[in-house]
């Protein structure tokens, strides 16, 4: 097992009838990642995550067992890692919000009322994906430049983040351009 340093994050599966859902919500979207869930490692042995009953922080031996650490594929400072495990600390107790799935959904299908951009905004919730997301922001790390709003983040994305495709090779006149032959 990989040894986390304190700001890396996790992503992991959830087993059973709620992964299946999770997996099912993220197909629909465009998100079939291998993945479910992401936390925060903060160090000590701990973790903090997104759930249903608020943001907690836990034992990381009580947490879903990891897929992938982000650990060495993020070229993190010491500050930022400091930075980022305190920012995921004081955000225990952060409620969890359901409505955050329909506002990624909408956004996968460029369905982007304002209202609905606002009132997600607004609540102060978080799932999973938007906690790690969130945490790197207020560290300063900016994890997507894609233009995306901040917080339109799932683990899919994440997954996709430290698993990037590579460059399709050349073809045709490309390849031979490549190769000095044009």
Do not use: N
């Not at 997996?23 to 291998?34: N, V």
């Not at 606002?118 to 790390?141: K, M, N, P, W």
Request: hydrophobic fraction near 45%.
């Amino acid at each position: 097992m990989t040894q986390p340093l304190p700001g890396d994050f996790a992503l992991t599966k959830i087993r059973g009838l709620t992964g299946a859902l999770v997996g099912a919500g993220q197909a629909l979207i465009g998100d079939g990642a291998p993945v479910h869930h992401a936390f925060v490692y903060v160090g000590d042995g701990q973790i903090v995550q997104a759930m249903p009953g608020g943001a907690e922080l836990i034992q990381l031996e009580d947490a879903s067992e990891p897929v992938v650490w982000s650990t060495w594929k993020l070229p993190l400072t010491t500050e930022q890692r400091a930075q980022i495990a305190a920012h995921a600390i004081r955000l225990v107790g952060t409620p969890y919000s359901y409505l955050d799935y329909v506002s990624l959904g909408l956004a996968h299908f460029r369905i982007r009322p304002a209202w609905v951009t606002d009132f997600i905004a607004s609540t102060g919730h978080l799932i999973c994906s938007q906690l790690v997301d969130e945490v790197y922001l207020r560290a300063g790390v900016r994890l997507f430049v894609d233009g995306r709003l901040p917080g339109d983040v799932t683990p899919g994305d994440l997954w996709k983040l430290l698993h990037p495709k590579p460059a399709p090779a050349p073809t045709g006149d490309l390849w031979r351009a490549s190769h000095g032959w044009a």
